[in-house]
């Protein structure tokens, strides 16, 4: 058994020796900007005659990577090849793709800077942002590795005499897996992962905004030794190829991440049986949210503050758990409002190849208006632009944190998921009716409570509906093993990923019992026993 499972730390990039590795890996990866990737399907790789590009947000024009736009015969070559490599693989014993996954966290680790560069230059992430991107992939290896071990091994039964029974969990089939672009390596990989580590094989699909780092990601899977067809890589349009892999009658389970839009659809689609389908399909979805922190009358306003700050504005709000609603106790609304300023204020929007950036550019052009739309609305319906507002497409793709106040509950900006650095800062009565504007909301994945005073705590505890709930820090951050993520209401199925029931939604539990001596129990023979 591998020893107990640990996170992986986060890199000090205040060291020298730490900033000098991470400068070189940015250069290296510089060195390989531009270059063309092929289709993976089976081990054989296949270009197409339509082609996209990935490219970096904070320097618009330079293209990260070319990719094939694969056609809907291609996603469906996709998913019959990695039926034909189910028939083998599910017969492989969980140590044996434990280990697997062991191996490529071991060179996850060895090219931790390398992949964190990548991120760097494909979807704009600050340094730190792109380490703990790849820390938490890392983890997701070592978790997942030893999650199957547990449930490779014996599982408990209630024994009754004359009869042996055994439960023991396998694989569902084909999974398409489908991750959006904000943790382009931690979430693939985890889904990812977790379907192969399980015994399932999977039709691979990355958002066209980072399909490079899931390339590097594929090719670690093959030096670690996967078979052809266990996992093949499938670029292109998501409407396109994404429905064909979604529908096709092979597709066993959808592991989606991403848009609340595109998970409903994907659930409707999924829900459709098509000729020579034997199975009602599995979707795991997760999706989006619209995250608050409350600020009590009696809260540490500093430590809220920075918490608040910190959360808003971490990869430029682009992150599922962001804070993108503060809501503040009236006695406490201006001071707290004044330190979010002045935090605010200090963040460096920048290049994030510079160590000094701790803000950088919004994925693409399509979320820069929108996101500058839901400014415009925000002020329209009466909000108070207190930081912020301004943004500039010439270079990238830059919107300066945006801090607006006095938003009414039921405004746009306060119910809608922006997905970017803009946070509404609502006044509360109280801490009962800043609950009550806390779960007014369609979604319910994360949320944070600031206050001194543990009967507030407790309520919150029972009364704040969302799936990670953090009392007194942030709500962005979650660890693997130690917070289990997965939100509730429209923000999805609550799968809690990085938990001990997530190689569950991969599994079916197979019941075997076999009759071993003469004297069997009564309940048994006379067929009462389910
Ligand atoms: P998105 O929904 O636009 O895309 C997600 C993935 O779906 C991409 O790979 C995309 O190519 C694919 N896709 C698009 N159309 C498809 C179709 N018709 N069929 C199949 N696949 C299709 O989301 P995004 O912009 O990549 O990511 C941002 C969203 O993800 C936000 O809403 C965010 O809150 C959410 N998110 C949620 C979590 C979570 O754990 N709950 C984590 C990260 C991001």
Known sequence: MPEAFRNEPLTDFSKPENARE??????????????????????????????????????????????????????????????????????????????????VAHILRQRKHELSAWMVYEVAKPWPEADGDTAEAIDFCEFYGREMLRYGGPQPLTRIKGEENVLEYIPLGV???????????????????????????????????????????????????????????LTGSGAEVGDVVVDHPKTRYVAFTGSREIGLRINERAAKVHDGQNWIKRVVAEMGGKDAIIVAAD?????????????????????????????????????????????????????????ATTMSAVINQKAFNNINDYIEKGKAEGGRLLVGGGSDAEQGFFIEPTVIADVKPGATIEQEEIFGPVLAVLKADNFDHALKIANDTQYGLTGAVYSTDADKLERARREFHVGNLYLNRKCTGALVGVHPFGGFNMSGTDS??????????????KVSSERTGATVSRRVEQGTAV
Not at 38 to 55: A, Q, V, W, Y
Not at 69 to 85: C, D, G, N, Q, Y
Not at 204 to 222: G, H, V
Not at 314 to 321: V, Y
């Open 299 to 355: 809260a540490d306003l500093d430590d809220a503050a920075m918490g608040v700050v910190q959360s808003a504005f971490g990869f430029q709000g682009q992150k599922c758990s962001a804070c993108s609603r503060a809501i503040v106790d009236a006695g406490i609304y201006e001071p707290l409002l004044q330190k979010v300023a002045d935090r605010t204020d200090k963040i460096r929007l920048g290049d994030p190849t510079d160590v």
């Open 496 to 509: 809690k990923a990085g938990g001990h029931d997530y190689l569950l939604l991969f599994l079916q539990a």
């Open 175 to 233: 999974g398409a897996v489908i991750p959006p672009w904000n943790f382009p390596l931690a979430i693939m990989a985890g889904m990812t992962s977790a379907s192969f580590v399980t015994g399932n094989t999977v039709v691979l699909k990355p958002s066209s905004d980072s399909p490079t780092i899931a390339y590097k990601f594929f090719e670690i899977l093959e030096e670690a030794g996967i078979p052809p067809g266990v996992v093949n890589f």
């Open 22 to 103: 991470m400068r070189a890996a940015i250069e290296k990866v510089q060195n390989q900007l531009g270059r063309e990737y092929p289709l993976i399907i089976g081990g054989e790789r296949i270009t197409t005659s339509n082609k996209f590009d990935s490219f970096n947000p904070a320097k618009r024009t330079v293209v990260v990577g070319r990719f094939q736009k694969a056609t809907p015969e291609l996603a469906s070559r996709a998913v019959e090849t990695a039926f034909a490599a189910f028939q083998s693989w599910k017969n492989t014993s969980a140590s044996h793709r434990a280990d697997l996954l062991f191996r």
